[in-house]
């Protein structure tokens, strides 16, 4: 029986911490594009890569706050512009797509949202090594692990600053577009400010038949969420990848 085996780095059921990952980010803030609306100060990309190891490093992987976030978000804060913002739920890639060809923003063309992107990090009291084997997952083990508090902290920050029309990318192949339990559904849409008018677009997977609407009942359920808040609600079903992309 091996020693990693008795330490329990392996006993949690998500994806262990990616190997590299201080290098990783070193890296992608260092190239991290200077852009009008990106104007993330001059960043010391040594301290933020500290910021961020030492946000988890050597702590309960099940026992992180907000307030565990603070210091990176105050190093590496970028603005991008208000009215400009494109959310999403499981539908990364083509949200990303979508933005790109309208010269619309996601949390990762903000520079802590690419920092972070496609990583796993977690840590183990008394070490000052990253996770390798293993991560806690959300279900499985615990909500309050590092990197679902991360995303939960910048998706907050990223709704609650939006203004405008905000644009929400869904998939509308899902018996359930909308998911109140996704970060989307759970931090995003009860975050928006009254002022905002909410777009959402149910896209469905090429070849696969919608199977959500506007009028089913996932959507009838964001709707009474937004009403409390008194957001504006448009939506449009039923697009084809293509038809939504704006190539026919
Ligand atoms: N957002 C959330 N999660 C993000 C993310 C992001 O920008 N970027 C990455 N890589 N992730 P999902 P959701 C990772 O279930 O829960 C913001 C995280 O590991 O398809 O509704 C974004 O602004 C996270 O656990 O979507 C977007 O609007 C999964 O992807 C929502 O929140 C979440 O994937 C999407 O969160």
Redesign the pocket.
């Known amino acids: 029986i091996h020693k990693w085996y008795h330490s329990g780095l392996n006993r949690w059921h998500g994806l262990g911490s990616t190997a590299d990952f201080q290098k990783i980010i070193q890296e992608r803030c260092d190239t991290y594009p200077q852009q009008i609306w990106s104007y993330s100060r001059s960043r010391n990309c040594q301290e933020i890569k500290q910021a961020f190891m030492s946000a988890f490093i050597s702590k309960d992987p099940c026992k992180a706050t907000k307030e565990d976030y603070r210091r990176l978000i105050d190093l590496a804060d970028s603005t991008v512009p208000c009215n400009k913002r494109v ?4 539908t ?1 890639e083509l949200a990303g797509e979508y933005a790109k060809v309208r010269g619309l923003v ?3 063309d903000t520079l802590l ?1 690419s920092l972070a ?2 990583l796993s990090w977690c840590g183990e009291p008394g070490s000052s090594d990253l996770n390798t084997w293993s991560c806690p997952d959300w279900k499985k083990d615990c909500r309050t692990n590092y ?2 508090v991360f ?1 939960e902290v910048l ?1 907050e920050r ?1 709704a609650e600053s939006a203004c405008g029309t905000v644009q929400v990318v869904l998939d509308g192949s899902l018996e359930n577009a909308f998911n109140e339990m ?4 759970r931090v ?1 849409a009860p975050n928006l400010k009254p002022v905002v008018t909410l777009q959402a677009w149910l896209v469905h997977d090429p070849g696969k038949p919608p199977r959500d609407s506007c009028s089913g009942s996932s959507i009838m359920k964001l709707k009474s969420i937004l009403s409390e808040r008194n957001v504006r609600f448009i939506c449009r079903d039923n697009l084809s990848r293509d038809e939504f992309l704006g190539r026919f």
């Open positions: 959310l999403w739920s499981k990364k996601t949390l990762e949202g992107d496609g990197l679902t995303w998706s990223f996704s970060i989307f559904g995003e």
